[in-house]
T-cell receptor, first 115, second 113 residues
Framework: DGGITQSPKYLFRKEGQNVTLSCEQN?????MYWYRQDPGQGLRLIYY???????QKGDIAEGYSVSREKKESFPLTVTSAQKNPTAFYLC??????????????FGPGTRLTVT | AQSVAQPEDQVNVAEGNPLTVKCTYS??????LFWYVQYPNRGLQFLLK??????LVKGSYGFEAEFNKSQTSFHLKKPSALVSDSALYFC???????????FGSGTKLNVKP
C-alpha cells in the first residue's frame, strides 16, 4: 500500500447524502484510477485519469463524480444518485505508459456503508 | 471487448503442494498481463507481470506465471504452497495501446496445513 493513501478506512453515511473519498499519491504517477469491489465481482472501474485536469468514465460511472486538480490527488464523490453505494472502494495509480509498461499501485481502500 | 476470466472462484491446496490459479483473457493486440494478491480488507499488491519475451515470468514470494499465447492464458503457479499464501488473487490485462486495466473476478486460494 505504500505511496497511496486513502481516507478514511471506514465511512458510514445515511442514504441521500453525498460523500467524498480521499485518494493521495506521492509516487509522481500521471495516471490514477477508482475501482469498486463487491464480493464475487472483482474490481470494476469507476473513473480514471491519465493526466491532471482530465478524466474519463469507466464501466460504472453513474452516480459518481471525480476531479483531478492536482497530480497527487483524485477524490471520488459518491452521490445520492448511486443506487447501491455500499462497497469497498480502491484507488490506484500507475506511471504513464509511454516508455514502459507499469503496474498499478493500490491504496488500502475505503469501506463505505450507507444505511 | 476486453475481458479477463478466472474460472475458479476458489482453489484449495495442501501446504507443500504445487498450486495453480488459472486466468484466460480476451484483448485486442498483444496484451500486458499482471497478477495481484489481496489480503482481507487491504489493497491489491503486485506480484508479477508479462510484457514480452520468456513465457515464464518470475515474481514476488516465489510465484511465477506462464504465458500461453495460443491458449490466451496466464496461469499463476507456485511449486510449494504456504499457508500464508492464502488470499484473493486477481489477474489483470492491459491492452498494448492504452493505460487501462481489466481485472478478473478473483480466485480465493486456501492453503491448508
Amino acid at each position: 500500500d505504500g505511496g497511496i493513501t486513502q481516507s478514511p478506512k471506514y465511512l458510514f453515511r445515511k442514504e441521500g447524502q453525498n460523500v467524498t473519498l480521499s485518494c493521495e499519491q506521492n509516487l509522481n504517477h500521471d495516471a490514477m484510477y477508482w475501482y469498486r469491489q463487491d464480493p464475487g465481482q472483482g474490481l470494476r472501474l469507476i473513473y480514471y485519469s491519465q493526466i491532471v485536469n482530465d478524466f474519463q468514465k469507466g464501466d460504472i460511472a453513474e452516480g459518481y463524480s471525480v476531479s483531478r486538480e492536482k497530480k497527487e490527488s483524485f477524490p471520488l464523490t459518491v452521490t445520492s444518485a448511486q443506487k447501491n453505494p455500499t462497497a469497498f472502494y480502491l484507488c490506484a495509480s500507475s506511471a504513464e505508459a509511454l516508455a514502459g509498461v507499469y503496474e498499478q499501485y493500490f491504496g488500502p481502500g475505503t469501506r463505505l456503508t450507507v444505511t | 471487448a476486453q475481458s479477463v476470466a478466472q474460472p475458479e472462484d476458489q482453489v484449495n491446496v495442501a501446504e507443500g503442494n504445487p498450486l495453480t490459479v488459472k486466468c484466460t483473457y480476451s484483448v485486442s493486440g498483444n496484451p500486458y498481463l499482471f497478477w495481484y494478491v489481496q489480503y482481507p480488507n487491504r489493497g491489491l499488491q503486485f506480484l508479477l507481470k508479462y510484457i514480452t519475451g520468456d513465457n515464464l515470468v518470475k515474481g514476488s514470494y516465489g510465484f511465477e506465471a506462464e504465458f500461453n499465447k495460443s491458449q490466451t492464458s496466464f496461469h499463476l503457479k507456485k511449486p510449494s504452497a504456504l499457508v500464508s499464501d492464502s488470499a484473493l488473487y486477481f489477474c489483470a490485462v492491459r491492452p498494448y495501446n492504452f493505460n487501462k486495466f481489466y481485472f478478473g473476478s478473483g480466485t480465493k486460494l486456501n492453503v491448508k496445513p
